[in-house]
T-cell receptor
Framework: RKEVEQDPGPFNVPEGATVAFNCTYS??????FFWYRQDCRKEPKLLMS???SGNEDGRFTAQLNRASQYISLLIRDSKLSDSATYLC??????????FGGGTRLMVKP | DTGVSQDPRHKITKRGQNVTFRCDPI?????LYWYRQTLGQGPEFLTY????????KSRLLSDRFSAERPKGSFSTLEIQRTEQGDSAMYLC??????????FGSGTRLTVV
């Protein structure tokens, strides 16, 4: 089992839709988690950090399920500009991040 | 610009040549990371510095790869005798401590 796994997608959704991605992780001792957004041929940019049960920032909500070892990212009222790849990342004790393969989101008009 | 800076942005090299990339982290960040990303994959960890000390190296970092951070500021990543499989985006990131990283724009390497 990979340390961090994501459904690669693509998720094709219409504007205004709500979409959710999951990310499973194997290390039950992990305490913090990150969601990054990556546009095509650009660097990943930090979207949200999750240190407890969840986090919310505007249209974006991240939730943590420790029992099942997954984190989710919910995007409400999708915009065309949300089209990107979303990467989840889990740090080890030395803060080295292990990334999932990313989930590609395409928001259509 | 106070972000993470990487140079060059693109590099095309012939197989067998050596290449060197530079990363300038955010000045107050003591941690610096190198990652490699190929198309359709997430970034893979290569190596990590805390100040000038290289504290961790991935098994992905073969003996053809070497990284330095001589004064605890900028870092270089050198690949000797490049192979076609080295073609990837090389990403540098920095962080102040146990927080999410800030990535640079990356160096895209193409080995022909």
């Amino acid at each position: 089992r990979k340390e961090v796994e994501q459904d690669p997608g693509p998720f094709n959704v219409p504007e205004g839709a709500t979409v959710a991605f999951n990310c499973t992780y194997s290390n039950s001792a992990s305490q913090s988690f990150f969601w990054y957004r990556q546009d095509c041929r650009k660097e990943p940019k930090l979207l949200m950090s999750v240190y407890s049960s969840g986090n919310e920032d505007g249209r974006f909500t991240a939730q943590l399920n420790r029992a099942s070892q997954y984190i989710s990212l919910l995007i409400r009222d999708s915009k065309l500009s949300d089209s990107a790849t979303y990467l989840c990342a889990v740090p080890n004790a030395g803060n080295m991040l292990t990334f999932g393969g990313g989930t590609r989101l395409m928001v259509k008009p | 610009d106070t972000g993470v800076s990487q140079d060059p942005r693109h590099k095309i090299t012939k197989r067998g040549q050596n290449v060197t990339f530079r990363c300038d982290p955010i000045s107050e960040h003591n941690r610096l990371y190198w990652y490699r990303q190929t198309l359709g994959q997430g970034p893979e960890f290569l190596t990590y510095f805390q100040n000038e000390a290289q504290l961790e190296k991935s098994r992905l970092l073969s003996d053809r790869f070497s990284a330095e951070r001589p004064k605890g500021s900028f870092s270089t990543l050198e690949i000797q005798r490049t192979e076609q499989g080295d073609s990837a985006m090389y990403l540098c990131a920095s962080s102040p401590s146990n927080y999410g990283y800030t990535f640079g724009s990356g160096t895209r390497l193409t080995v022909v």
